[in-house]
């Protein structure tokens, strides 16, 4: 991977979004009988990996405003208003990444094969619109 892809918000997050799908993939252990994962640890990680990507691109493209005091970070009210400011269906989408990346995946390794798919959805989703607004901003 050259320097470039990792200044470029949105090359990164797709490739955080590959490196979950790996993770899943190749270490999370699937059990095809009952369409869960076996491994906790491995989902934690994919879903944490997933919102980190998400976040990459959001920061990257709307360059979200920081919280009230001065150096504190961004949190999840932050993103969220900058989005709605822009577009309520990807505000949507942004929320559904947080609730099954962030929180099922991420914090509870929540083991359901349907709740991995659905934060790759909407991560996607999330990081593509991030991908018109970028190309718009640059046509400018």
């Known amino acids: ?3 470039k892809q990792y200044n470029d918000p949105i090359k990164e997050a797709e490739r955080y979004i590959k490196n979950a799908r790996q993770i899943l993939k190749e270490r999370a252990g699937l059990d095809h009988t009952i ?3 076996k491994d906790p640890k491995f989902v934690l990680m994919a879903g944490n990996t997933i919102w980190n990507g998400v976040l990459l691109a959001v920061d990257g493209v709307l360059g979200v405003e920081k919280g ?3 150096g504190q970070r961004a949190d999840f009210d932050d993103y969220k208003k900058s989005i709605d400011k822009r577009d309520k269906k990807a505000g949507v989408m942004f929320l559904d ?6 929180k099922y995946m991420g914090y509870d ?3 359901q094969v349907t709740t991995s798919k659905t934060a790759l959805k909407c991560a996607v ?3 593509e619109w991030c ?3 970028q190309s718009k901003d640059l046509k400018k």
């Not at 990444?97 to 962030?102: D, P, R």
């Open 68 to 70: 009230l005091k001065k």
């Open 131 to 133: 991908k018109k607004i």
């Open 1 to 3: 991977m050259t320097e």
């Open 125 to 127: 989703y999330i990081i």
């Open 109 to 111: 390794g929540y083991l």
């Open 97 to 102: 990444t947080y609730e099954a990346s962030h």
């Open 35 to 37: 369409n869960r994962y």
